[in-house]
C-alpha cells in the first residue's frame, strides 16, 4: 500500500501552478500550496497574484496557506549590494526558506516549487538550494522538473482567464523586462 506524502508547494502564482498542480495530482499526490512571495513588486502587482492564487485554489479544490508579507524594505535591503545574483543569493533561499520552516513545523513529509515550472528561472541554482534547505531542516525536497509543461499550464491559465503577469515578480525583473525595449528605443534616437 503507498501511503500518499503530504506535500507542501511553494507557489509564486496561479499561472505556475496550473501545470505544477495537475502534474502531481497525476502522480496521486495532492499538494497543498503555500504563498510567501515578499520579493514581488509593487504591491498593486503583489496583490493581483496572491488575490489570484486564492481564487484558483478555491475554483481547483486545492488547500492553500498564506503567508502575507509585503517586504519592499527589507527586499532592497538584502538585494541592494548585488543585484545581478539576487535570485540566488537572496531571493531563493529566503522563499523556499520559509517554505520549509513551515512544511517542517506543521508535519509535511516534504516541499517542491512552482519556481520549478518555469524556464525563466535558474534552475539548477534554484534546485541546489532547495537540497541544501532540505539537508538543512531534515525534510525531503519533492523535486520535478515541471518545465516541459510550462507553455501547456500558461495556455491553460489563460483559458481559465487567470491574472498572467509580465515579469518575474521584483521590481529588478520588471526593469529587465524594458532593458532591450530601452536599448532598441535609445537605438533609433541616436544619430
Not at 516549487?113 to 541544501?132: A, D, F, G, I, R
Not at 522538473?145 to 500558461?154: A, E, L, S, V
Request: with cysteine; glycine share 6%.
Amino acid at each position: 500500500m503507498c501511503v500518499m506524502k503530504k506535500v507542501l508547494m511553494h507557489t509564486c502564482c496561479a499561472p505556475c501552478s496550473v501545470y505544477c498542480i495537475k502534474s502531481l495530482r497525476a502522480e496521486g499526490i495532492e499538494p497543498t500550496v503555500f504563498w510567501y512571495n515578499p520579493n514581488i513588486h509593487p504591491y498593486t502587482e503583489y496583490k493581483s497574484r496572491r488575490d489570484c492564487l486564492k481564487e484558483y485554489a478555491a475554483k481547483v479544490g486545492v488547500k492553500a496557506i498564506f503567508e502575507d508579507e509585503y517586504g519592499l524594505m527589507k527586499f532592497c535591503e538584502n538585494v541592494s549590494s548585488d543585484i545581478a545574483n539576487r535570485c540566488v543569493n537572496y531571493c531563493y533561499p529566503t522563499r523556499i526558506g520559509e517554505t520549509v520552516r513551515y512544511a517542517k513545523e506543521h508535519g509535511f513529509d516534504a516541499f517542491t516549487t512552482t519556481l520549478l515550472v518555469s524556464p525563466y528561472q535558474k534552475h539548477e541554482e534554484l534546485k541546489k538550494v532547495c537540497e541544501k534547505l532540505a539537508e538543512e531542516f531534515g525534510i525531503e525536497f519533492l523535486y520535478r522538473d515541471f518545465r516541459p509543461g510550462f507553455y501547456d499550464g500558461q495556455a491553460e491559465a489563460r483559458e481559465a482567464g487567470l491574472y498572467m503577469q509580465k515579469y518575474c515578480g521584483c521590481i529588478f525583473s520588471e526593469a529587465d523586462r524594458y532593458s532591450k525595449q530601452i536599448e532598441r528605443e535609445r537605438g533609433t534616437f541616436e544619430i
